[in-house]
């Protein structure tokens, strides 16, 4: 079992609705939870994070956690054109001393005007 | 402090030869990693610095693969003999991070690096 998973892509949305992106990880003792988005040939960038079980918002962006069932989610409300991009889930998945983040492989998310 | 710098931004070389990348971090994060991506791919986890102490590597890396971060500052990777699969964007990144492990990462625009 890898130990970040996400939905297969490509992901393609019309402009204005809900995206959904998910991902699952195998380490019981990860502690937070981060969203970064890449666009093609740039850099990750981060999205939001997220500790606690439960919902987290900030603005067209809720992430979900739920760390029974070793699940995040990622919503997009209101999904825009330039929200295309791949979307990296990614978790901090803390050892004894010091703690190591650990990237899924991605989903490519294509809004369409 | 612009965030963190790595150079060469690009690097064609022939197979069997060795490449050094260099990684500059924000100044005052003492967590530093190493990431290779290939086209379509995640990150993939290599090596992580907490200040000058390599406190893992990746399973992965064959031999032919070192990091240094001396004096807790800027890291360098070289890749000894290298071969057609080590084609890759290699990413570090940088971090401030307490006892949660909660810092945020921030990457640098990647070293390209092809083998020929």
């Known amino acids: 079992q890898k130990e970040v998973e996400q939905n297969s892509g490509p992901l393609s949305v019309p402009e204005g609705a809900i995206a959904s992106l998910n991902c699952t990880y195998s380490d019981r003792g990860s502690q937070s939870f981060f969203w970064y988005r890449q666009y093609s040939g740039k850099s990750p960038e981060l999205i939001m994070f997220i500790y606690s079980n439960g919902d987290k918002e900030d603005g067209r962006f809720t992430a979900q956690l739920n760390k029974a069932s070793q699940y995040v989610s990622l919503l997009i409300r209101d999904s825009q054109p330039s929200d295309s991009a791949t979307y990296l889930c990614?978790?901090?998945?803390?050892?004894?001393?010091?703690?190591?983040?650990?990237f899924g492989p991605g989903t490519s998310l294509s809004v369409i005007p | 402090d612009t965030g963190v710098s790595q150079d060469p931004r690009h690097k064609i070389t022939k197979r069997g030869q060795n490449v050094t990348f260099r990684c500059d971090p924000i100044s005052e994060h003492n967590r530093l990693y190493w990431y290779r991506q290939t086209l379509g791919q995640g990150p993939e986890f290599l090596t992580y610095f907490q200040n000058e102490a390599q406190l893992e590597k990746s399973r992965l890396l064959s031999d032919r693969f070192s990091a240094e971060r001396p004096k807790g500052s800027f890291s360098t990777l070289e890749i000894q003999r290298t071969e057609q699969g080590d084609s890759a964007m290699y990413l570090c990144?940088?971090?401030?991070?307490?006892?949660?492990?909660?810092?945020?990462?921030?990457f640098g625009e990647g070293s390209r690096l092809t083998v020929l």
């Open positions: 990614a978790v901090n998945m803390f050892k004894t001393s010091y703690d190591k983040v650990i």
């Open positions: 990144a940088s971090s401030l991070g307490d006892r949660r492990g909660t810092g945020e990462l921030f």
